[in-house]
């Protein structure tokens, strides 16, 4: 029963991980270089 708990513990830390480690989507990289531009624009006046 230890093992159960340990084994899904490892699993579900293993999951958040992964999740929180992939690539953004499309609309969001395109949102942070507008933002990127927007704030070298700003630096440049």
């Keep these: ?3 159960l708990i ?3 513990a490892l699993t579900f830390t ?3 991980v992964m999740t929180s480690c ?4 499309k609309t969001e990289q395109v949102a ?7 704030e070298d ?5």
């Excluded at 624009?41 to 006046?45: G, H, K, N, R, S």
């Design 1 to 3: 029963m230890k093992k």
């Design 6 to 8: 340990l084994l899904l």
């Design 14 to 16: 293993t999951s958040v």
């Design 22 to 25: 992939r690539e953004e989507s």
């Design 32 to 38: 942070d270089d507008v933002e990127d531009a927007a």
């Design 41 to 45: 624009v700003a630096d440049d006046m």
